[in-house]
């Protein structure tokens, strides 16, 4: 329901760093969870990352562990994606998505999703 800004995206070099960010139009919002997506050219979406409303939980896809960090300021009621050592796989589209009514990992379940961001990775 809640328009979430997405920004960030852009173009990197394999090796290099993007950081996403993700807030919501409105001041405050409820969500016990926040993710983000990705989908790249002819593949299904599938979540990169998320984190619970404390920050205290997070969950990340295998092939970022290492590589991709997830963070919030609730304070500023935004969640943040910091991606190093990018490759050309990462080559994607990036969704943010927040509004969740219950933290369960990588099964949560989002009511609110941004309209996405691309992320290219040259080789």
């Known amino acids: 329901q809640v328009q979430l800004a997405e920004s960030g995206g852009g173009l990197a070099q394999s090796g290099g760093s993007l950081r996403l960010s993700c807030a919501p139009s409105e001041r405050t919002v409820r969500t016990y969870g926040t993710g ?4 790249g050219p002819g593949k299904e979406r599938e979540l990169v990352a998320a984190i619970d409303w404390t920050g205290a939980r997070t969950y990340y896809l295998d092939s970022v562990k290492g590589r991709f ?3 919030r300021d609730n304070a500023k009621n935004s969640v943040f994606l910091q ?7 990462d080559t994607a589209v990036y969704y943010c998505a927040s ?12 009511r609110t999703w941004g309209q ?3 992320v290219t990775v040259s080789s």
């Open 83 to 89: 991606m190093d050592d990018l490759k050309p796989e």
């Open 116 to 118: 996405g961001t691309q």
């Open 36 to 39: 983000w997506f990705r989908q």
């Open 69 to 71: 960090t997830i963070s």
């Open 99 to 110: 509004g969740a009514t219950t933290w369960d990992g990588p099964t949560t379940t989002y």
